[in-house]
Structure formats: structure tokens, C-alpha cells
């Protein structure tokens, strides 16, 4: 049985879907989309707006930036990608309360017909 089970597993061991969730973060952050499968993008969507928020509370006035930024250094594990979250990402949704990411599915994959989307930050606030 399943209970109390959270999470999608996606046939790989633990440390390699740490890894590979880890890897399509930091891709979205970097380049805005990526196009993976929808289960994959289901699994990311959510660590990718947690981080999202940890940013803009370690911005807000009463938050601390040096903390927000270890906690999101320590899950990408890459200062550059860390660095453009908190100084172009997170600032676009300071009066967004959520939904930092779109699905969008695109259909099936060709070699192997597993179904397909496209993950993409929406965009932000123009101020």
C-alpha cells in the first residue's frame, strides 16, 4: 500500500531523481521553458515555485537574503542560476501570491509516444 506516499518516483533511485529534478530547475530558471515530459514537469513545477518564493521572502523587507539564498544554493547547487533568481526572477513576481509557472502540453513524443509539455515562467510584473 501507499499511504502517506508523497512525490513521484519516475522509475529512478533517489539520488538520481534528486539529480535530475535539480538539472530541469535549473534549466527553467536559466532559460525560461523547457520542454520535457509532462510527468517530469508535474514533478518540478512545485520545487521550482518553492524556490521562487524562498527568493522573494529572503527580498522582502523583513526577510533575510543571506539565508534565502544558502536555502536555494543548497537545492541548485550553482551561484550563477541562484544569482539570477533572486536578482531578475524573483524581483518579476514580488505581487504575484503564486503560479510562477505554466504547462502547457504539446503532444506526443515521436520515438516512444510519451506525452510532452512545456514548462515556462510566466511573466511577471512590468515594474
Known amino acids: 500500500m501507499r499511504h502517506r506516499i508523497a512525490g513521484r518516483i519516475l522509475s529512478r533511485d533517489a539520488g538520481h531523481r534528486k539529480a535530475l529534478f535539480?538539472?530541469?530547475v535549473r534549466d527553467l530558471y536559466l532559460y525560461g521553458r523547457i520542454t520535457t515530459t509532462e510527468a517530469k514537469a508535474r514533478a518540478i513545477r512545485a520545487d521550482a515555485e518553492k524556490l521562487i518564493s524562498k527568493a522573494k521572502r529572503g527580498l522582502a523587507e523583513g526577510g533575510n537574503p543571506v539565508h534565502a539564498q544558502r536555502l536555494?544554493?543548497?537545492y541548485l547547487n550553482d551561484k550563477t542560476v541562484s544569482h539570477k533568481l533572486f536578482a531578475e526572477i524573483a524581483p518579476r513576481y514580488?505581487?504575484?501570491p503564486g503560479g510562477y509557472?505554466?504547462?502547457v502540453k504539446i503532444g506526443k513524443r515521436l520515438g516512444d509516444a510519451a506525452d510532452m509539455a512545456v514548462l515556462e515562467l510566466v511573466e511577471g510584473d512590468a515594474a
Request: net charge positive; aromatic share 0%; charged share 25%.
Open 94 to 96: 514580488t505581487n504575484r
Open 101 to 103: 509557472t505554466r504547462m
Open 72 to 74: 536555494v544554493n543548497a
Open 22 to 24: 535539480r538539472n530541469l
